[in-house]
């Protein structure tokens, strides 16, 4: 397992190709090199433009987490804070407890690492399906979802809009399994079935240090079976590979989900080097060691190998649906309105002016209804 992620980290760095340090000068070295060179124009100099540009505008992550309440949402959170890539950014106090999360809650880090800085947004949920009738428990997430690409397509039609769009959209929410060993509840199927095509799930098992291999193995395999019976893809979804390279990385990701994790913001010494981990009377398990559980997969889907694609499926995909839907709506509610009096009307300088009447000052109607994006 090891060699294959290795190979999948290798050979798929859709964000951390930008990102990773080029050290030559673009002109300085296309020069020297190139200087005999009559044919050489320097287009592979656009390279070295776009990752200084990358670097001075930062990347920007939102990642929403959702589950059973206890699940280890807000810790495996901490764990992706504190491991290798963010472990800078969180003020160590071994003895602060995680409350119990009450409300949606989006908490931004500034990390930086290599020069390279991240916006790293969590949106935390509170326990999912906690009640007796869990009926339309999900329909609170599908809005703040909604809500998010809202407020994204409202500033991105407005006449004097922002230069760069506040993005608080969700990339990828992460869906937290129960350890039962058995089977995916009613509930569960109902969650990604809905929310999967409003935004990118991926699927793990939480605490799955109760599970013992046989039991995690069985686990996996049969909710892998399970997602496919009821139709329901999650990241990275087939249908959005691109190519045979894709298809072959991704391939071997889909073999393995959902990633059995396992969480902590502890930390030990073991063989004196300084983990995270979870002390139990039978041993120490390490979240980062692949041996002992899948997080560091995850952590490796999330950040080094796929969060490009991740936010490019979320605009190009699931957001897109969201604004066709919207504008077709918005179109189809002012064909309704009485040709006397026109909600939207041109203005001299060829900009439409809006009547009172008007549900939105850009032109697009109102939502009529929160659940718009809901297939
Ligand atoms: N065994 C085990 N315990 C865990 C793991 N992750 C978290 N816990 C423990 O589970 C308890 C609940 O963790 P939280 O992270 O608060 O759970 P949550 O899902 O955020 O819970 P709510 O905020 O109530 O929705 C804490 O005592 C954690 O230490 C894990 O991977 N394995
Ligand atoms: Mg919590």
Redesign the pocket.
């Known amino acids: 397992m090891e060699t294959l992620w290795s190979e999948v980290s290798v050979s798929h760095s859709n964000m951390s190709e930008s990102a990773k340090p080029h050290h030559p000068s673009p002109q300085g070295k296309g020069e020297k090199t190139h200087a005999s060179d009559f044919s050489y124009v320097g287009i592979d100099a656009i390279l070295e433009q776009m990752r200084r540009k990358a670097m001075k505008q930062g990347f920007e992550l939102n990642i929403m987490v959702v589950?059973q309440?206890?699940?280890?949402?807000?810790?495996?959170m901490n764990t992706l804070f504190k491991s290798k890539v963010s472990r800078k950014s969180v003020q160590p106090n071994p003895e602060e407890r995680?409350p119990?999360?009450i409300e949606i809650k989006s908490i931004s880090h500034d990390i930086e690492e290599k020069g390279v800085r991240m916006k790293l947004t969590v949106i935390?949920t509170?326990?999912f399906g906690d009640h007796i009738n869990n009926e339309n428990c999900w329909q609170p997430i599908m809005k703040f979802i909604n809500d998010q690409y809202e407020t994204y397509l409202q500033e991105e039609i407005n006449i004097n809009r922002k230069k760069r769009i506040p993005d608080s959209r969700v990339h990828c929410c992460i869906y937290?399994i129960p350890p039962t060993g058995h089977c995916l509840r009613p509930l569960d199927v109902e969650f990604m079935r809905r929310l999967s095509k409003v935004v990118n799930i991926v699927p793990v098992i939480?605490?799955?240090?109760?599970l013992t291999l046989e039991e995690r193995d069985f686990f996996k395999q049969t909710i892998r079976e399970e997602l496919r019976a009821n139709g329901i893809d999650v990241y990275p979804q087939k249908e959005f590979d691109e190519d045979a390279d894709d298809r072959m990385i991704n391939d071997k990701i889909r073999e393995m989900i959902p990633f059995a994790?396992?969480?902590?913001d502890q930390e030990y010494q073991v063989n004196g080097k300084r983990i995270l981990g979870?002390k139990t009377k039978w041993g120490t398990i390490e979240v980062e060691n692949i041996g002992h559980c899948e997080f560091a997969y995850l952590r490796d889907l999330l950040i080094r190998t796929h969060m490009q694609n991740i936010k490019d499926i979320t605009g190009s995909i699931h957001y897109e649906t969201y604004r066709v839907r919207r504008l077709n709506e918005s179109n189809a509610h002012f064909k309704s309105q009485p040709s006397d009096q026109p909600a939207v009307q041109p203005k001299a300088n060829g900009q439409p002016e809006v009547k009172p009447s008007a549900p939105q000052a850009n032109g697009v109607a109102a939502k009529h209804e929160v659940m718009s994006h809901e297939m």
Do not use: C, Q, Y
Not at 69 to 76: D, R, V
Not at 261 to 264: A, D, L, R
């Open positions: 589950g309440s206890g699940l280890g949402k807000s810790t495996l995680i119990k999360t935390d509170p326990g937290f939480a605490k799955a240090d109760t994790v396992v969480g902590s979870r």
